[in-house]
Each structure stands twice: as C-alpha cells, then as structure tokens.
C-alpha cells in the first residue's frame, strides 16, 4: 500500500470522527509527504508523473509512525476544530451559553426555573416566607399564650376582640366591633333538699324549653317493659343511658306522661348528645355518679322531688372588621375566628388563623387592589358558627352579590401539610402555587362545612378553605403550642397573599 493509498484509508476512517478530529489529519498528511529519504521516493514530480508510485517496505526511521485510531486522545480545543472545513457524521459538541449568546442568530436553549415562571408579586412574597411565618406566629403566640382561653361570651373573648383591635389599628386600619347576641340553652337540676348541691348538667341538643317540678320516677333504659303500668304522669323520668338512642327515651317517656327527662350517663362523667329532632319535654344529662346517688335513692323508697329548668341564654359576642379600600368594585373577604372552646388555648384552632389573618393585613396595609379587602375575625365560632352567620344575615343581597371570594383560614397551624377546599376556580391557582413553591398541600374533594365559609357558601358566594392537615387536637385542652408546625403559618399566609395578586384575572371571579 503506497503512502497516498494509507492516507486515503485513514480519511475513510476518520470521516465519521468530530470535526476536532481534522487537525490530526493534518499533521497525517505532513507525516506521510516527509516519509522519504530523496526525490526517488517522494511524490512523483512533474518531470517523472507517469513513473509507477513507490510502494513503501517500511516506515522511514526518522519519523514515527502513528497508528490510526476512532477518536484522538486529546481532544482538539473548539477554535483548532472549528478551523477545518471537512465534514463529518458525528455533530459537533454544542455551543456554550456564552458563544450562542455572542454569536448572532443563535439562541441559547436554557430551561425555566421556577423563579422565572413567578410574577414578580409573587417573588417577592415566597421569598419572604421566613418573615412571613414570623409575624403569623408571633401574633399567634399573643393570642394563646397572652389572652388564652377564649370562650364565647366570656370576659376573655371580649378580651381577644379588643386585641385584635388595637393590632390593627397599629397597622394603620380603622376597625370596627360588630356586637351581636344568640340564646344559648341552659340547663338546671334543682333538689327540694336545701342542703344538697345542685349537681352539673348538660342540655340536650334539641331539647324543649320549660320549668318541670315532679317526683322522680326510675324507668331504667326506658325500654316499653321499663315503663311502669301505671304511666309517669306529671313525673320525671329518670334514665339510664344505652341500648335506646336518646331521643327514642325521651319520646317514650313523654308518651307516659313525663313532664320532663333526666339521663344519666353508664360511663364516668357526664355527656354531650342530641335527641336528633326537636323534643317536647326539657331533657338534660347527669354524671354517673349524681345519676347513681338518685337512683339509690329511689331504691331505697324516698320520694325525691327535683326541678328541671331548661331556657336560652343571651350570650353576648362580637366580630371585628377591618377594610382596606380598592380602585374598583367588588369585595374580597379574608376571615378568621378567634374564640376557643373551654379549657383550650386554641392554638391551632384558631389562634393559628387569626395570627396568619393579621399577617396578611399586616403585609398590604396601604396597598390599592382593583376591589376592596375585608378582614373579619369572627366571634362564636365555636358555638354553631355564629359569628359568620350574623355577619352574613346582616348583609344584603346587593352587598352579598359585591363579594367576589371568601377566603377561610381556620386550624392552620398543625400537622406536615395544609388542605385546601372551595370553588375550584380559586383553588386551582392555589394548588398550582403550591406546586410550584414546593409547598405540601392536598385538595380535598369535601368541603368541612363546620367552619365559618359554610355560612358564605349557604349564600352563594364562592370560597377558598384552607386548613392544616392533622385536626386530631382542636376542641381540646391538647390544642397547645407544642404541637404548632411553623411553616404551615408560612405557607398558609403566603398563599392567601398570592391569590389576592391574581384573583381578579382568574376565570370565574365575579360570576
């Protein structure tokens, strides 16, 4: 094989290598022209071109011979490759980010990230998150360690309202306190024995109003066989709970006369419960142990004469509203309610909603939407949502028809991820928020109708729930904050602030 028949194999070869690769088929070229010793075995010349080519034994020992391979072992930088003009199969390497951006009519194909698909409004408040938490927390921390236990029409909740007040004031709104009323059922056990303790009662839901004065009469379970023959006429009934649902008792005792029902609970303590529909009689509960002392009582033969007294209570509460004007119409409304059960702190219910509500006010006071803000922290939540329910039957239709979206922040603050309920046109962006953000949260396909979004929705207006995922303390002295997760006040906080960024372009707003 000539020198001329190796070169032209080794370009076959090296044809399908990177262009980097045809600076080494330079320096094969030179290397097979400077294989011979003299003109009589160099290339043919013009004087001798029809001479037969020499056929070369071995290689010359003054240049080394350089065996042919797939790729170099160093690979030529861009500038040698991109001096050759041979074409290759293989595709050249792609340009880096800074050539394609020096060279004109190359772009360089870079992927989004997230904080490129944010809008800057929303930048700047997932960036804020830490600070975010921060003040959600500490308001928070005001209303369960420093005001406590908020029970509705207590000292203490009216204590809270007149927190909540002069925090938003500080924040420059003009709030205004909402005071309302709804009658509680009462219930009272009294004993003809002067000397003996009235004992404690529970009223049973549904029960009928009423003052009864009678003998006791013991009808066990209150099964048909238990009623005595001769009925219970002007008498009051004395019950063991079991077997029979409670509004079946009452209902029978009634039947025989009774003018009133006592029950008294087959377990330690006392009892809440219903009589599933609206009674005729006044029912109340007892603990086992005063349910027992009568009944041995009445064992034992003595006629026991007890008073039943069953009647509404005026409780007197009160929400707080604060609005923050917009450029057009429409109303959003942010709510929250800040009253406790008895003996809790409420921490996550709903310190945890109330703290992320300030937050939010915090955060956009001074700020002009396209439509006005209403902050309200409801009273009586806990009661039977009667705040929000007052709040709403205060309203008009007109004024009904401005609200555009009720956001709902209600036990935020525990568990490892939030939930999210409501019409979906709103929950879709908030979802897809948190997707974005990294931030743990599930749609839930039911909407919890034990919070006060229920009473908005009851009048057709849309709303947004948003709750933490472990509920398995609220309603309990357990609701402390040990058990409260800060990042859900965060995330929670900063979500509700980016919703009200975009709701007004949101397909469905204002339908």
Request: glycine share 10%.
């Amino acid at each position: 094989m000539t020198h001329i028949q190796k070169d032209i194999g080794l370009r076959a070869r090296q044809s399908r290598l990177a262009v980097a690769v045809s600076a080494l088929l330079a320096l094969l070229l030179l290397a097979g022209v400077a294989c011979s010793s003299g003109p009589s075995e160099s290339a043919p010349t013009a004087a001798d071109a029809s001479a037969p080519a020499v056929l070369l034994t071995r290689p010359p020992t003054s240049v080394p011979t350089l065996a042919p391979t797939e790729a170099p072992t160093e690979p030529p930088t861009v500038a040698a490759a991109a001096a050759t003009a041979i074409p290759t199969d293989t595709p050249a390497p792609p340009p880096t980010v800074a050539a394609a951006t020096a060279t004109p009519g190359i772009r360089p194909e870079t992927t989004p990230t997230d904080g490129q698909r944010r809008s800057p409004e929303s930048a700047a408040i997932f960036d804020d998150l830490p600070l975010l938490e921060e003040r959600a927390f500490s308001y928070l921390s005001e209303l369960a360690e420093d005001v406590g236990v908020r029970t509705s029409g207590t000292d203490l909740e009216h204590a809270a309202a007149q927190y909540l007040v002069g925090r938003l004031e500080e924040l420059g709104y003009s709030p205004e306190v909402q005071e309302f009323s709804w009658g509680s059922p009462t219930g009272a056990l009294e004993l003809a024995d002067p000397d003996t303790a009235a004992p404690d009662v529970n009223i049973l839901t549904g029960t009928a109003d009423g003052h009864a004065t009678g003998p006791l009469a013991l009808v066990g379970l209150a099964r048909p066989e238990d009623i005595p023959a001769e009925g219970l006429e002007g008498k009051i009934a004395l019950i063991e709970r079991g077997e029979i649902r409670f509004g079946d008792k009452v209902a029978r005792v009634h039947d025989a006369g009774a003018v009133a029902a006592i029950i008294y609970n087959n377990l330690e303590g006392n009892f809440r419960g219903s009589l599933g529909g609206r009674g005729r009689i006044p029912a109340i509960s007892l603990s086992q142990m005063d349910g027992l002392e009568l009944r041995e009582s009445l064992i034992a033969g003595e006629t026991v004469e007890v008073t039943v007294v069953v009647q509404d209570t005026a409780v007197q509460s009160q929400n707080v509203i604060a609005e923050l004007p917009g450029t057009g119409d429409g109303v959003i409304v942010i709510g929250a309610h800040y009253d406790t059960v008895p003996d809790s702190v409420g921490a996550s219910d709903n310190s945890s909603g109330a703290g992320a509500l300030l937050a939010v006010a915090e955060r956009l006071a001074g700020r002009a939407f396209p439509f006005s803000l209403r902050f309200v922290a409801f009273g009586s939540e806990e009661t039977g949502l009667h705040g929000s329910r007052h709040y709403v039957e205060s309203l008009s239709g007109e004024e009904l028809a401005e609200i555009h979206l009720m956001i709902n922040l209600d036990s935020i603050g525990s568990g490892d991820g939030l939930m999210v309920s409501g019409d979906r046109w709103a929950v879709r962006h908030v979802e897809e928020t948190a997707a974005r953000e990294g931030i743990p949260l599930e749609v839930s396909g039911t909407s919890l109708l034990g919070s006060d979004h229920a009473n908005f929705r009851n009048a057709w207006v849309p709303t947004v729930f948003l709750w933490g995922n472990d509920l398995s303390r609220i309603n309990s002295p357990a609701d402390t904050m040990e058990h409260i997760n800060r990042d859900l006040l965060g995330h929670a906080t900063a979500l509700t602030l980016d919703l009200l960024e975009s709701v007004d372009a949101l397909p469905g707003y204002g339908q």
